[in-house]
């Protein structure tokens, strides 16, 4: 019996079984498809997901086929409203990643030391008091697999979710269709190198996104009523980008070939475990891709249930424990849907709309850098149990992202908290040595002198997934141990 059955070997299920392995849980990964997919979806991993990954050990990998996006211009009717640059986020990887789908699943499954289980599909399961046992089918047949954990990152139609009889809630996004090509393209000014550029219009908006293997990805939305939802024509494509463009453009397929026209369910799953099965990636949520986040908080969501399940697995911390999972990803899931709407660099207005919101551009194109909060928004910075609006003034919280910063003794935060362990931070105070857990002296101020955490010394528990747990004063650090260290993690409190 291995410790965790992993159906589905899409990205979050790759990521998944990846932090599993590195915290030793032993792992069997089962995948329908016979091998990797060359299905591009997802363009661009964001600045959360790619510290996250990068602090996973896989920066290198990436950084061997990822390009980096530097800003974005601003086209509104055709006319152009100017350029903003990308960059001033506290993290490691203040610029996000533009990388196709595919290529993030090939680096995920080829850092990962088990062998996925390639044309073996899921077909029904039973869950034990101590195990689930899996029933698959795969080119010899069927067969049985027993796991004492059993996680479902098999996509938005997931079998185990219908397995367990849980209801994925939620409606079809009405009135949105997106379109997307990878394309070379012939354009009246192209976009500076590096840059994407938006253009809106009544009723429609173009992402056009520069791939590192040349050409662009381009991704338009736009409100429909009733009309059928068909597949679009190469001249389909260039007909709508170039309506939305007010340019004639005229495009030229790149490989891999991603012409298709989409509409989409925003649906959560009403829950994320039942018993010893749990829900992640897609199976767990879908949402339209405005703003192109679900593949990213899927594999935030692997984050934050990997240290959780190999906690368990190891019987450091008490099952309850998952259930935190369920809870703060529902709630973060939830967020962005009822979000969507608000993104209108993508979502598409009406002609008033777009007028507003080119009024709203002339002051904000007089900068050169993009506004602080929406390039916040665009990271996933906030995209944590504890996130919500972000406010610049205010310190971070329980329950939010530790922030970088480069300290006034020249460390950098991030660098001093181990992936997938807890962290204990004397911030301006003594920090003394606990059981399982990475404990380290900081100073109360970064390098220009400002608070960066608290503005008095504390004590900050970082939690494996860079999340902050608590902050608390020395006095009251007796509170802070049933909450991570292992011999007493049966007292726990609830999550
Ligand atoms: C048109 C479109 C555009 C998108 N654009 C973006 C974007 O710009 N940015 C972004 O972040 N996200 C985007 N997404 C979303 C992103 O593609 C998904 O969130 C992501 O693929 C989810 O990964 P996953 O591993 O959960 O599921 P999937 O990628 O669907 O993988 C699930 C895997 O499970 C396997 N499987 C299914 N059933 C079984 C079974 N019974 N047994 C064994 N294996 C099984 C499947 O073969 C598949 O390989 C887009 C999605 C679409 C459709």
Redesign the pocket.
Known sequence: MVDVVI???????LFLALLLRRQGVSVTI????DGP?FDP????IWPRTAEVLAASGLKGAFDAVAGRLSGVELQVRGARRGALTLGRLDGPEPKPWIIE?HHTEAVLRKALDVEVLDR???VSLEQQADRVVAHVVGPAGPTTLEAKWLIG????RS?VRKQLGIDFEGRAHAGLE?L?VNAACTWREPPREGFCRFDLTAGATLLSMPLPTGGYRFVSFRRVTTEPLTQPTLEDAEAQLSSVAHEPLKLELVGPTWL?R?RFQDRVAARLRQHRVLLC???AAVWA?IG?????V?LLAAHNLAWKLAAVVRAEAPEALLDSYDTELRGVMTRIIATLPLNRMEYPSSAFGVRLLDLALLTAMKQTKIPAPIERLLSLYDVAPGGGAWIPWRLPREGERLPDAELSDGRRVHGLVDAGRWTLLGVGCPASAAEGVSTREVPLHDKDGRAWVTRKPRLVLVRPDGIIESVTTSANRAQLRPVFRPALASESRPR
């Open positions: 159906v589905g070997a899409g990205p979050i299920g089962v995948e329908t498809r997919v979806r997802a363009a661009v789908q073996h599909t899921l990152c098999d996509g938005s079998a997106c997307q298709t989409a990636g897609d199976a891709p192109g986040r679900g593949m990213n899927g």
